[in-house]
């Protein structure tokens, strides 16, 4: 496929009601900023494509990303990421997938390297869906999750 | 083919296929790759565990299997990579706890045959493997490319607590992951 090959990073951060666990990303956009979310609608253009090797976690509530969580990733109709669970990687407790593991990750911070590559085509829906065990959310506090990765971005080429 | 000859440079889903094909899996190959990790809690404090097993009648947070339990459902299976166990901090199995003293002795069953056996992950154990901030680690990682675990076979952990130092035996609560590459159900026909 013609395209500029590039590193990707897309994200999509919601605000937090309180007793809130059930997180759905990239779906909604209405009146987010650019800094909310790089994107306009959850699927990359028509000349654009991805793949996620790495996924980014960070929010300032109130109990932290250290309780156990579960992280489904669905492209298209396919979940390619089922019930993960991405608070090993949080703080150092000595259980993080990663054997380079960051002395910086904190309890608002986290990143999971993959072991597989996850494609999103372009023109495809997806959408990711976090639950978390612990409720203790207050409100407007806010939780971002991002897909980072490489990817193709539209290049003019010759076709003009 | 020996076991032997798949050593060496193969790559995990080449072993995922491998042991599908020997099985006689033959759709694996076309299901959906991903990451995986499952895990499992055993949240009243004793000196010995058997997690996985039972799963079904637990919920999230205390294990992510869902119904199926301790076996994953036709043309979905794990290739085991990774192997970590904590210490949840209560028995509402939210959140756990690192340490630096105990270890874990362990047995990893698949169906009726133990595929690991007698195993030791010890606190701070895998130094040389793992630079994890400053806490000691706790993870074990599985020589050679991991140990596949195939749709609907049971499977399960028997797991002893210990004192790392003391070597005495510790009444806790434990959980434990299993983590590495992964397949997911993937229809590709219209049903």
């Given at each position: 496929?013609?395209?500029?090959?590039?590193?990707?990073?897309?994200?999509?951060?919601?605000?937090?009601?309180?007793?809130?666990?059930?997180?759905?990303?990239?779906?909604?956009?209405?009146?987010?900023?650019?800094?909310?979310?790089?994107?306009?609608?959850?699927?990359?253009?028509?000349?654009?494509?991805?793949?996620?090797k790495?996924?980014?976690?960070?929010g300032n509530?109130?109990?932290?990303?250290?309780g156990?969580?579960n992280?489904?990733?669905?492209?298209?109709?396919?979940?390619?990421?089922?019930?993960?669970?991405?608070?090993?990687?949080?703080?150092?407790?000595?259980?993080?997938?990663?054997r380079?593991?960051?002395?910086?990750?904190?309890?608002?911070?986290?990143?999971?390297?993959?072991?597989?590559?996850?494609?999103?085509?372009?023109?495809?829906?997806?959408?990711?869906?976090l639950?978390?065990?612990?409720?203790?959310?207050?409100?407007?506090?806010?939780?971002?999750?991002?897909?980072?990765?490489?990817?193709?971005?539209?290049?003019?080429?010759?076709?003009? | 083919?020996?076991?032997?000859?798949?050593?060496?440079?193969?790559?995990?889903?080449?072993?995922?296929?491998?042991?599908?094909?020997?099985?006689?899996?033959?759709?694996?190959?076309?299901?959906?790759?991903?990451?995986?990790?499952?895990?499992?809690?055993s949240?009243?404090?004793?000196?010995?565990?058997?997690?996985?097993?039972?799963?079904?009648?637990?919920?999230?947070?205390?294990?992510?299997?869902?119904?199926?339990g301790?076996?994953?459902?036709?043309?979905?299976?794990?290739?085991?990579?990774?192997?970590?166990?904590?210490?949840?901090?209560?028995?509402?199995?939210?959140?756990?706890?690192?340490?630096?003293?105990?270890s874990?002795k362990?047995?990893?069953?698949?169906?009726?045959?133990?595929?690991?056996?007698?195993?030791?992950?010890?606190?701070?154990?895998?130094q040389?493997?793992?630079?994890?901030?400053?806490?000691?680690s706790?993870?074990?990682?599985?020589?050679?490319?991991?140990?596949?675990?195939?749709?609907?076979?049971?499977?399960?952990?028997?797991?002893?607590?210990?004192?790392?130092?003391?070597?005495?035996?510790?009444?806790?609560?434990?959980?434990?992951?299993?983590?590495?590459?992964?397949?997911?159900?993937?229809?590709n026909?219209?049903?």
């Amino acid at each position: 496929m013609p395209g500029q090959q590039t590193t990707r990073y897309i994200y999509d951060s919601v605000t937090t009601v309180a007793g809130q666990t059930s997180f759905s990303f990239f779906q909604t956009f209405a009146g987010k900023n650019d800094l909310q979310t790089n994107l306009t609608t959850n699927k990359l253009d028509s000349s654009e494509s991805m793949v996620i090797k790495s996924i980014y976690l960070r929010g300032n509530i109130t109990p932290g990303l250290t309780g156990h969580s579960n992280l489904n990733i669905t492209v298209g109709n396919q979940v390619v990421l089922k019930d993960f669970n991405l608070a090993f990687n949080a703080t150092n407790r000595g259980v993080s997938f990663d054997r380079l593991h960051s002395g910086f990750s904190g309890t608002t911070v986290l990143e999971v390297r993959l072991l597989t590559d996850i494609v999103i085509p372009p023109q495809v829906n997806f959408k990711a869906t976090l639950e978390l065990a612990e409720n203790t959310t207050l409100v407007s506090e806010n939780l971002t999750l991002g897909f980072k990765g490489y990817g193709t971005i539209f290049s003019a080429g010759s076709t003009f | 083919m020996p076991a032997r000859n798949i050593k060496g440079n193969v790559q995990a889903q080449d072993k995922i296929l491998y042991v599908a094909n020997k099985l006689g899996l033959s759709s694996l190959k076309y299901m959906q790759a991903t990451t995986r990790v499952v895990y499992d809690q055993s949240t009243t404090a004793a000196t010995q565990h058997t997690l996985f097993e039972g799963a079904a009648a637990r919920s999230f947070p205390l294990t992510n299997l869902g119904a199926n339990g301790n076996q994953f459902q036709v043309d979905e299976a794990l290739l085991v990579e990774k192997i970590a166990f904590f210490i949840p901090d209560a028995a509402d199995g939210e959140n756990f706890t690192g340490n630096t003293n105990r270890s874990f002795k362990f047995d990893l069953i698949i169906g009726n045959k133990t595929v690991m056996k007698d195993v030791v992950v010890e606190a701070g154990g895998q130094q040389a493997f793992y630079t994890d901030g400053t806490a000691a680690s706790l993870v074990i990682d599985l020589e050679g490319v991991g140990i596949l675990i195939p749709p609907q076979v049971e499977f399960k952990i028997q797991a002893k607590l210990m004192n790392s130092s003391t070597r005495e035996a510790v009444s806790e609560r434990v959980g434990c992951y299993l983590f590495g590459t992964g397949v997911l159900l993937n229809f590709n026909t219209s049903i």
